[in-house]
């Protein structure tokens, strides 16, 4: 079988050198019949636009690219198919003037032209056999030009997945960095940026993959109840409390909800902590009973309203929390 098929390769490889050293008589040497016959119906159609390729920007840039996508993967099917490397032609014409088809040149040059002996009709090719390579390689071409397209679409979605999930990461990191701001206006914008994140509609976050989406939705309510309770401006605060408060809009799964409710329950917890051990210490300093004019119930004694806002965010952010359907069975402990 593999000599049959090498057989056929050698005929087919003289068939085209006869055709086309028969429409002109004149002297060809292996590099030319190379390029002429073999080299050009390979790179002879390939359009103008792919070798040298124009500026593009967006979807023209992305249709370029895959018009090229197909048109390199057929030509690495023609050079692995049709493509005959000069030894091969060389030892072809050198066969062929053994059989007498072809003269040589007198000077003793590797140049070769048709012998007056043999004679090919218009109408007739010679040694008329069909190279089954070449037959196999139409039947495949079409596939092979879809399967080109495939590949390339799933190319092209795999790396917009990539670019989007990049950009998202980056609008999320900068929507942090603004909410640990020392300005007020920047921590404004970080929790507008984060009020993004908590609706997974793709046209509001801009994320497309439901898990991705589903994941920055939980960070994001983390990051706003952890930030409530490091929070002195009241602006920024109640801007936080109004995301909280309006939860249920954002289509929030329970375990998120009550995630974020053990966290701020925590956080409320530390800031009650911290507060009473202070106040504790300076009571024991100035020799004071714990219960005097000017202490609350809470033992925490007099605060100012910068001193006492985390604390009561915290409050609020439990109240919110649980108002939109949070739950845990542990509350105790805390400010409210």
């Not at 196999?136 to 399967?147: E, I, Q, R, W």
């Not at 976050?205 to 706003?224: I, N």
């Not at 329950?265 to 300076?282: A, K, P, Q, V, Y």
Request: with cysteine.
């Amino acid at each position: 079988m593999v000599r049959f098929i090498f057989r056929r390769s050698n005929k087919a490889v003289e068939d085209a050198i006869l055709r086309h050293i028969a429409s002109n008589r004149d002297w060809y040497s292996p590099s030319q019949i190379t390029n002429e016959v073999f080299r050009l119906a390979i790179v002879g159609d390939i359009p103008f636009s792919i070798v040298f390729p124009a500026q593009l920007n967006g979807i023209k840039k992305f249709s370029h690219w895959l018009r090229q996508l197909a048109i390199e993967a057929r030509h690495k099917w023609r050079m692995w198919w049709k493509f005959v490397p000069e030894e091969k032609v060389r030892a072809a014409m050198l066969r062929m003037w053994e059989q007498g088809m072809l003269d040589r040149e007198p000077a003793g040059d590797e140049r070769y032209r048709m012998s007056e002996r043999v004679t090919v009709q218009s109408d007739q090719q010679p040694h008329e056999s069909k190279h089954l390579w070449i037959e196999f390689f139409k039947a495949v071409t079409g596939p092979a030009a879809l399967l080109g397209l495939l590949l390339a679409y799933w190319s092209s979605t795999q790396q917009f997945a990539h670019l989007s999930r990049a950009r998202n990461q980056d609008r999320f990191d900068r929507a942090v960095s603004w909410l640990g701001s020392s300005n007020p206006t920047e921590r404004l914008g970080g929790v507008s940026g984060l009020q993004l994140f908590l609706d997974k509609t793709p046209t509001i976050s801009g994320v497309s993959d439901p898990k991705e989406a589903s994941e920055r939705q939980r960070v994001a309510l983390l990051f706003l109840v952890n930030a409530v309770a490091v929070e002195r401006d009241t602006t920024v605060q109640s801007a936080i409390l109004d995301n909280l408060s309006s939860l249920s809009r954002f289509d929030m799964p329970s375990a998120v909800l009550n995630e974020a409710l053990v966290a701020a329950r925590n956080r409320n917890r530390g800031i009650l902590t911290t507060l009473r051990d202070r106040f504790n210490e300076r009571s024991l300093e100035n020799n004071k009973s714990l219960i005097e004019e000017a202490v609350d119930e809470a033992f925490l004694g007099k605060l100012n309203e910068s001193e006492l806002l985390p604390l009561k965010g915290t409050a609020a952010t439990i109240a919110a929390l649980i108002r939109n359907g949070a739950y845990t069975s542990d509350l105790t402990r805390i400010y409210c």
